[in-house]
């Protein structure tokens, strides 16, 4: 609502609002916009329905016979609710929330809720202000949980720490829904004081608390539970999410790049558990979102896999929007926003059309967006995040004995494989850096890795899971120093070293993290990255950029490398 | 939390609570109490499950093993999660919110939603203060929708006229849940201001609108659903309430003394439709209260006619919680309030003991629960109600000819039966009498009545929908007078008259709708008033006080009698 006025004038006006809702819904007078012919997915009686769907002001106010100023035969289709991912962080994509909504209008996708998790690491509160001034007014409706975990590690050299006073001031913004997943389940089962405040305020606010606890069961699932964290999206077994779901956590199903949950979770959609499920992406990567799609992908996926078409959807719409009490969200009634994905039918479920609150924003060839104006402040915060010095090779140690970090195909844990004095490219035996970037403290974490497969050059990121310095793998150190100080100069992005020059980049300027590019131009500057990595030797298996970005995450075992050496995960120590 | 307090204190504190909580799951401290051995419902993966249940400062922390300092063995019953009644006039009882708690703790109810609807037709604003108070720290919680339609009609001479703008002030208090049933759906419809305003002010604080629209269908419920009314609990057809259901109404099936819509909508009861719905009893008389329970018969009779066990527990408790956004009622789960109904098996349903928030308010025998103190000011505002002058019988227009309304047995539907010119026992026309009591006008509405069958004396009550003035039936001009003036002195309650004198009596001194005495007396006085009208020729099917309540709410057709005479409801217009 308009804050200029007073309290009378906002209740005067949303009254008249309400009172066309209701002479369009009784006939008398003409509607905004009506797809006539529908047959639609109603998530209430779990059925198809048929009428005429009339939409006055952005909302549905009634289905039956009606008229419009506007009118869309869609006879022979199906209307669905339109999508709603319940956990992402739009930061995985490498493109702004702009060219994000670009890419995910086609799929049906009409809602996000987004954890900036990657972005406050950065940038702090300031990165939040970008995610939320960056988001506003697009087709899909982004919804913000705070990050609960900045940084993941109280170690970590990270841009900026938040504390619960930090997040405090996030919770009245009309967008934010609550406390991101809660990711430091040690710390709410040892009674952390810190990480249980972030939890109780959430709830002083009336908000919803994420979890993410792969694998938590028992007593200590019980304790995490009991605490105060609602959801989870780390089940990877039935049985997990059962122990969950029965315990009173909502399962957010999830079907992102790097993990793929829902073909273990099928037995959660069905009529005795599909209430407590939603879906998620969780990461989706460029290549992903263009060539398999967003939650229509993990729908398709869902009844290929034998669930109910109708219940799938539900799912895909509905509960979320209820989880997440968007009250007027995710379903086709009366009073609820009219956001479709108009699907050809229920089992190919190809979106050709869609609708966000009632403007057609996707008619099958061309997306309606319109590009968010960011306050120049709030701009230059997220866009000056690199302060560190140019690197040189005398700081990565040459010839020194280091610990050895083994890396598994397809997996991000890793194994300690001991030591090493050198670099070997015959034997796989390259060397990781990372490069302490937000503050200019110079920091240099070195060590080998093995598993990687280079043959020659470099290969950097300033995307370095979660705190997002500058890592860097290479054979030589020339080229790790030409890779990571293109990096700098680049203010972010993703390059290639050969020969002592950069023969492939992506720009990744907003924060180092993602670009205003559209998703095409990044996916196709990234596969072109991909390529040069893989023709200089890196193993199959291995992801040249997610990989390796994993291996500064000190949350997961074995050995991790951070800005002041490598950390060993089981023992809690730097080695 | 305790206001003094700065919010940093506060959270300091919860969190505090919270660090106790986690200890005690992860089993390293004993909790307050543990039900052990128990078998319970788990509403979330719609089952019975096992373990022991801990639970600390009235909450649910674990379900497994655990030990407490205080345990209660509970094996071979069913632990449910306490009932919820999702919509109840508390008035209708007769009896204070603290004798009421008394008398359907047993029966395993922990909250009630109640519309303190006729108190406030009586006291308006002050009545609903007085249901706050008087409801503070009992054994079941009292959470309130804010009365929608106060007045009932324009015209109708009631205690006070309840604005939007009197409403607002009571949004922020903790058990404010939204707006009550909003009745008056034909201003709605028509697009009503000052009606849809309430809705848009209930809206603006994020709360619910309960519904109330008998037999509404097709345009106009979608009018009516697009303003923003959520649930009804009016369906009285499956067919009905299934159109409700799919245009996104949540169907409260409502089990009460005067309409009882079990039967006819237990196809809802099945696992498609069951999550829509919740119980209520939107009025509950002492008798049946006393003799056939609450909450707990709707479930005994729901098993009965069939309907599965555990999804009646669900829509019983969990339901009504989801809707009304109680996030901690209605699970058996930890972060759960402790509110355990604990019962014999699931066919019987009888309830042996009852905990809320952890402690045990009913064990078979005994029931727990403090009187709440209320503030004299408060309490003199309901105390003071009856401003009318004595009644003499110059005043009842002996001889007249008036409108004649026709009584139907076991319904409030009255008929136009045209005029008659005196009262004559012997063909059952008796005269019936509406004296406005609250701002001392002296009207008094007068006219004739058949079906009643009174052969001698009069009888009156100061329980007349919605207005609450003081209403009478008899035979004699001088009994009406006694019957009438007799309330007066006693400032509420109903009365018998016979040959001159009172020969009955139940002392209503709340606002001349309930009284503090326990419902057992109540129920003995109320029973005898009703033997003794019996025994004076009140017709079997007609309830000598409640049949004669409705004659004069000006809703329901067709004649109606008020302080300023007859109105034909069908015409709209005053005869």
């Known amino acids: 609502m308009d804050e200029s006025k007073t309290r009378a004038e906002r209740i005067a006006l949303k009254t008249r609002r309400k009172q066309r809702m209701v002479r369009v819904a009784m006939g008398q007078e003409k509607a905004d916009l009506v797809l006539k012919n529908a047959t639609y997915v109603n998530v209430f009686s779990e059925e198809l329905c048929r009428g005429d769907i009339a939409v006055v002001g952005g909302l549905v106010v009634g289905m039956g016979e009606y008229s419009g100023l506007q009118e869309v035969d869609v006879s022979g289709r199906i ?5 709603l991912d319940a956990h992402i962080h739009l930061e995985s994509s490498l493109v702004s929330p702009y060219s994000f909504a670009r890419a995910v209008v086609p799929h049906g996708t009409t809602t996000v809720i987004t954890d900036p998790h990657e972005i406050a690491n950065v940038c702090g509160v300031g990165g939040i202000d970008y995610m939320m001034s960056a988001s506003e007014g697009l087709p899909v409706d982004v919804h913000f949980m705070l990050p609960s975990c900045v940084p993941a590690m109280p170690f970590d050299e990270n841009g900026e720490r938040l504390t619960w006073r930090d997040i405090n001031a996030y919770f009245d913004h009309p967008r934010v829904l609550g406390l991101a997943e809660m990711m430091n389940y040690p710390g709410i089962i040892s009674g952390d004081r810190t990480t249980i405040e972030k939890i109780v305020v959430s709830q002083a606010h009336h908000k919803k608390i994420d979890g993410h606890a792969p694998g938590l069961s028992g007593h200590a699932l019980d304790a995490y539970i009991s605490a105060g964290v609602y959801s989870d999206h780390e089940c990877d077994s039935f049985e997990n999410a059962l122990e969950k779901l029965r315990k009173g956590q909502f399962i957010m199903i999830r079907e992102g790049t790097a993990a793929q949950n829902l073909e273990a979770l099928m037995p959660l959609l069905t009529p005795r558990y599909a209430s407590r499920c939603m879906f998620c992406t969780d990461d989706k990567h460029p290549y992903d979102l ?14 290929r896999l034998g669930a109910d078409p109708i219940l799938t959807i539900k799912v895909a719409s509905h509960n ?16 609820y926003l009219a956001d479709f994905a108009v699907l050809d039918d229920l089992e190919r479920v190809n979106v050709q059309m869609v609708f966000k ?7 099958g060839r061309t997306v309606q967006a319109r590009e968010p104006e960011i306050d120049p402040d709030i701009l230059s915060v997220v866009s000056d995040t690199f302060h560190l010095p140019e690197l040189t090779p005398s700081r990565l140690r040459a010839g020194e004995t280091m610990p050895l970090m083994g890396l598994i195909p397809k ?9 090493a004095s050198g670099v070997n490219p015959a034997e796989d035996i390259l060397k990781l850096v990372v490069c302490e970037r937000h503050h200019s403290t110079g920091h240099v974490g070195v060590c080998y890795v093995k598993g990687y497969g280079l043959k020659r050059g470099a290969i950097a990121a300033s995307i370095a899971h979660d705190s997002h310095n500058i890592i860097a793998c290479g054979v030589t150190d020339e080229d790790i120093c030409a890779a990571v100080n293109r990096i700098r100069a680049l203010r972010g992005g993703i390059t290639v070293a050969d020969g002592g020059q950069v023969v492939a980049e992506l720009p990744l300027p907003v924060g180092g993290l993602f670009t205003n590019e559209p998703l095409e131009k990044v996916n196709e500057q990234l596969e072109n990255c991909k390529r040069r990595a893989y023709d200089m030797g890196v193993t199959e298996g291995v992801d040249p950029f997610m990989t390796m970005s994993f291996t500064s995450l000190c949350v997961i075992p074995s050995l991790r490398l951070t800005t002041q050496g490598v950390f060993d995960v089981d023992g809690l120590t730097f080695l």
Chains 1, 2 share one sequence.
């Open 320 to 335: 979320a929007a209820r989880y997440f009490l968007l009250n007027n969200k995710g379903a086709i009634a009366p009073g």
């Open 411 to 419: 997996s991000i844990v890793t194994r300690n494989l001991g030591t």
């Open 79 to 83: 209307v669905a609710p339109g999508f």
């Open 357 to 363: 609150r009632g403007v057609c924003v996707y008619d």
């Open 290 to 303: 263009l060539h398999r799609g967003h939650i229509d992908a993990i729908v398709r996926k869902a009844i």
